[in-house]
């Protein structure tokens, strides 16, 4: 039986839903929404969909919609995967799962209550490179992971759109880009307990609008608000000891980079921007290259790895593996780090 799928929301990273549940003989696609009743209309064309609405509450209300990916601006993520929940749809929910901690504390008890399931759309942890990380990892090949080091950097990448309005998106690259790489960092490091917070944000470049002579991703939405982070950065000090030391920007004077890094007692890993495992052997060191289709960040596989264990979950075949629980800690992170910029020093995380 198939899972009867809809997506709120098509702008940019929604039509990665689409073509990967269309590609997948598990979903069957029935409808699409969107403020945008135009937009809404045109996706559904073009990838065969039945319905298209501007009215979230008819894909709620609807019983013939067995799950939802929610792909709507950040603010509104929360929102709309707890009004999912509890009309008894299972939700795949983009990055970041919401804006603040009471809204994630509110998703967590509405797991609990419904049933149903939440899958958080991390799709770094879907990669190739990232799966096989973590196959070693858990066979124990790194021994225990007590430092990892994760960057991505853009020198002028500022969507624009509402990417840039602190009001809808939360923040700035910190919770754009940073979200990816906190999480597949600290997922691949047995998902510790985060304990404490020093952070810094700096914002003397703004979007860089002026650049020219060169091709950058751009949001869907026009608008040119621009009162978030250029540059984020911070340590993240977990219960085990370990730490994290997080870089992400929209724009600084750097080269584009990405960069994650984990260092365990007997190996570590450089996942991104190629797989690379360090470890020794015999007194000498050693570095191994699997062989696998793709080194680096493999986007399109990893959406169509994740949309397949999102369906998976639709049909109680695994549970979920980034649940609203791992969006909480991701929330107390990064509300710790924006508190710990604007106050000039460490942040405890409170429970």
Same mark, same amino acid.
């Not at 020198?155 to 923040?171: I, K, L, Q, T």
């Given at each position: #039986?198939?899972?009867?799928?809809?997506?709120?929301?098509?702008?940019?990273i929604a039509t990665q839903h689409l073509?990967?549940?269309?590609?997948?003989?598990? %979903?069957?696609?029935?409808?699409?929404?969107?403020?945008?009743?135009?937009? =809404?209309?045109?996706? %559904?064309?073009?990838? &065969?969909?039945?319905?298209?609405?501007?009215?979230?509450?008819?894909?709620?209300?609807?019983?013939?919609?067995?799950?939802?990916?929610?792909?709507?601006?950040?603010?509104? *993520?929360?929102?709309?995967?707890?009004?999912?929940?509890?009309? &008894?749809?299972?939700?795949?929910?983009?990055?970041? #799962?919401? $804006?603040?901690?009471?809204?994630?504390?509110?998703?967590?008890?509405?797991?609990?209550?419904?049933?149903?399931? /939440?899958?958080?759309?991390?799709?770094?942890?879907?990669?190739?490179?990232?799966? $096989?990380?973590?196959?070693?990892?858990?066979?124990?090949?790194?021994?225990?992971?007590?430092?990892?080091r994760a960057t991505i950097i853009r020198?002028?990448?500022?969507?624009?759109?509402?990417?840039?309005?602190?009001?809808?998106?939360?923040?700035?690259?910190?919770?754009?880009?940073?979200?990816?790489?906190?999480?597949?960092?600290?997922?691949?490091?047995? #998902?510790? =307990?985060?304990?404490? $917070?020093? &952070?810094?944000?700096?914002?003397?470049? &703004? %979007?860089?609008?002026?650049?020219?002579? /060169?091709?950058?991703?751009?949001?869907?939405?026009?608008?040119? $608000?621009?009162?978030?982070?250029?540059?984020?950065?911070?340590?993240?000090?977990?219960?085990?000891?370990?730490?994290?030391?997080?870089?992400?920007?929209?724009?600084?004077?750097?080269?584009?980079?990405?960069?994650?890094?984990?260092?365990?007692?007997?190996?570590?890993?450089?996942?991104?921007?190629?797989?690379?495992?360090?470890?020794?052997?015999?007194?000498?060191?050693? *570095?191994?290259?699997?062989?696998?289709?793709?080194?680096?960040?493999?986007?399109?596989?990893?959406? =169509?790895?994740?949309?397949? *264990?999102?369906?998976?979950?639709?049909?109680?075949?695994?549970?979920?593996?980034?649940?609203?629980?791992?969006?909480?800690?991701? %929330?107390? #992170?990064?509300?710790?780090?924006?508190?710990?910029?604007?106050?000039?020093?460490?942040?405890?995380?409170?429970?």
């Amino acid at each position: #039986m198939t899972t009867r799928i809809a997506v709120i929301g098509v702008g940019s990273i929604a039509t990665q839903h689409l073509i990967s549940y269309q590609k997948n003989p598990q %979903a069957e696609l029935v409808a699409v929404c969107d403020i945008d009743q135009t937009r =809404a209309k045109a996706q %559904a064309d073009k990838f &065969g969909v039945p319905k298209a609405t501007d009215v979230v509450d008819e894909i709620l209300s609807d019983p013939g919609i067995d799950a939802v990916s929610i792909c709507v601006p950040n603010f509104l *993520h929360a929102k709309f995967a707890e009004a999912a929940l509890r009309a &008894g749809k299972d939700v795949l929910v983009e990055k970041p #799962m919401s $804006v603040n901690v009471a809204e994630a504390e509110a998703l967590v008890q509405a797991t609990k209550e419904t049933g149903q399931a /939440l899958q958080i759309g991390y799709v770094r942890r879907f990669a190739p490179n990232a799966l $096989v990380t973590k196959r070693f990892l858990d066979e124990g090949e790194f021994g225990d992971i007590y430092a990892a080091r994760a960057t991505i950097i853009r020198a002028a990448g500022n969507p624009g759109g509402w990417f840039g309005d602190v009001a809808v998106s939360g923040g700035g690259p910190l919770i754009d880009l940073g979200v990816h790489i906190i999480d597949l960092c600290w997922y691949l490091m047995g #998902m510790p =307990a985060p304990v404490s $917070v020093s &952070g810094a944000t700096f914002s003397p470049l &703004g %979007a860089r609008d002026n650049i020219k002579h /060169l091709t950058r991703y751009r949001a869907a939405s026009e608008t040119r $608000v621009n009162n978030v982070e250029d540059y984020a950065t911070a340590q993240i000090r977990f219960e085990n000891g370990a730490v994290l030391d997080v870089d992400t920007s929209y724009s600084l004077h750097a080269r584009n980079s990405t960069s994650v890094k984990i260092h365990g007692d007997k190996g570590g890993a450089e996942i991104e921007p190629e797989l690379l495992m360090i470890t020794e052997r015999h007194d000498t060191l050693v *570095h191994i290259q699997p062989q696998i289709d793709s080194l680096g960040f493999d986007f399109t596989v990893g959406f =169509a790895n994740q949309i397949d *264990h999102f369906l998976q979950i639709c049909r109680r075949e695994i549970p979920a593996d980034a649940t609203a629980e791992h969006g909480l800690e991701m %929330a107390r #992170m990064l509300t710790a780090i924006y508190e710990s910029a604007r106050n000039g020093s460490e942040v405890t995380i409170a429970r």
